[in-house]
């Protein structure tokens, strides 16, 4: 049998979900197929997760990034050094492009995935026939007018789109009916690489944990507000935040603003068994997030017999979270309700658990090996 050749074309490998799940899928691919990836940057501290050491990797760009050289000039009113820093952030951007495009048109052979919607663009541009074109999408289009336009004029070129819901597989195939009758549009979802072989190492403290990025998107500055008039009632709970980003000054005057520096705490980024082991110790697992694709970490949460409470937001929470079996899903910005769902598994314990073991049951639906399955159904084996 010919070894399949895999190609990945990624971003960079630092700390994110798309990174995680790019590295999880470079790992299941190994074990038959001789797996590259093709990173544009080559970040500090990169690759962030763990790579089977058959996976080779690719980096396509000396420089990175310099958001934070442009930001640190603009605060400080640096003038040369912001022109300076905005013709470098030009040059990186255009010099990103060219060296995608002379990746994905010196592959002859194989399968590529890509994994932004830039780069799927480019692959069906530039893919040469003979090669599967594999885009994915991985984050919530929300029907961005943009975007919706692309899928159905760019992506002409692409064998297979994957979809992480089949939410978003349907709400895909509908937006290429009469558009595009060549791409095939399926549901291929993430999964857990790492199951933890015993959830009840340790004493479940009664902790609400929520761990991302400190970005906005997360909004977790209302999930401390929220935490804050459930401490009242609650006042032996605390909450912990795992995670690092540009938020972090804020949540800080938060947390002060609130006097809540004795029950919350932001830890910092931590590594993969630092995750699990704040996973293993909490008792509820909540997400605040305004906009999701596929939310690893509920996963992982589940994994660790969590029970979750999220925000019903379009797209991601629904898919993994069954409400009122596993966890409960509060309507979008309704703060009452939310609070509530979350105060009905603070003080009842026989519930937690009994959630605990159904998260723990969904989580399981996730192993690499029933989603290489799908993946092998489509590529070949």
């Known amino acids: 049998m010919t070894v399949k050749k895999v190609r990945i074309l990624a971003l960079h490998l630092a700390f994110g979900g798309i990174e995680k799940a790019i590295c999880s899928m470079a790992n299941m691919f190994a074990e ?42 603009l605060n400080g009113r640096d003038i040369s050094g912001l022109v300076r820093e905005s013709l470098r952030a030009v040059r990186i951007l255009r010099d990103k ?11 002859s052979d194989g399968v590529v995935i890509t994994t932004r919607p830039e780069d799927n663009v480019l692959l ?22 943009k975007l919706v336009r692309s899928f159905q004029k760019d992506y002409g070129g692409v064998d297979v789109f994957a979809l992480l819901t089949p939410g978003l597989r349907d709400e895909v195939k509908q937006m290429l009916r009469g558009n595009n009758a060549h791409t095939e549009v399926v549901y291929i ?30 909004r977790f500055e209302l999930l401390i507000r929220l935490f804050a008039a459930l401490h009242r009632q609650f006042p032996d709970w605390k909450l912990r935040i ?43 697992y909540a997400m605040t997030s305004r906009s999701e694709g596929f939310p690893f970490v509920l996963l992982e949460a589940q994994s660790c017999g969590l029970p979750v409470v999220a925000f019903d937001v379009r797209v991601g929470p629904g898919f993994v979270v069954q409400n ?15 609070c509530e769902k979350i105060a009905s598994l603070m003080k009842d314990e026989a519930l937690r658990h009994e959630m605990a073991e159904a998260a723990k049951a969904r989580a399981s639906e996730f192993s690499r090996e029933k989603v290489a399955e799908i993946w092998y159904s489509i590529i070949g084996d």
């Not at 089977?52 to 050289?69: A, Q």
């Not at 690489?193 to 970005?215: I, M, Q, S």
Request: net charge negative; with cysteine.
């Open 32 to 73: 038959r197929c001789e797996v590259e990836i093709i990173s544009v940057y080559n970040m500090p501290d990169a690759p962030a997760f763990p790579l089977d050491e058959r996976v080779s990797v690719r980096y396509l760009l000396g420089d990175i990034p310099n958001r934070e050289e442009w930001k640190a000039a």
């Open 189 to 218: 979802p993430n999964f857990l690489e790492h199951f933890p072989e015993n959830t009840d190492r340790y004493p479940r403290e009664k902790t609400v944990l929520a761990v991302g990025r400190l970005h906005e998107v997360k």
């Open 124 to 145: 069906s541009r530039y893919g040469k026939p003979g090669v599967m074109k594999i885009a994915q999408l991985h984050q919530d289009h929300a029907f961005d007018p």
């Open 242 to 284: 795992v995670g690092e980003g540009e938020e972090r000054g804020r949540l800080e005057a938060a947390i002060k603003e609130l006097h809540a520096e004795n029950y919350v705490n932001l830890t910092g980024r931590k590594d993969a068994d630092g995750v699990e082991d704040e996973m293993l110790r909490a008792s509820l």
């Open 97 to 107: 492009k060219r060296a995608v495009i002379e990746a994905i048109r010196g592959i």
């Open 324 to 338: 009122g079996v596993n966890g409960y899903l509060a309507a979008d910005m309704v703060y009452e309700d939310f």
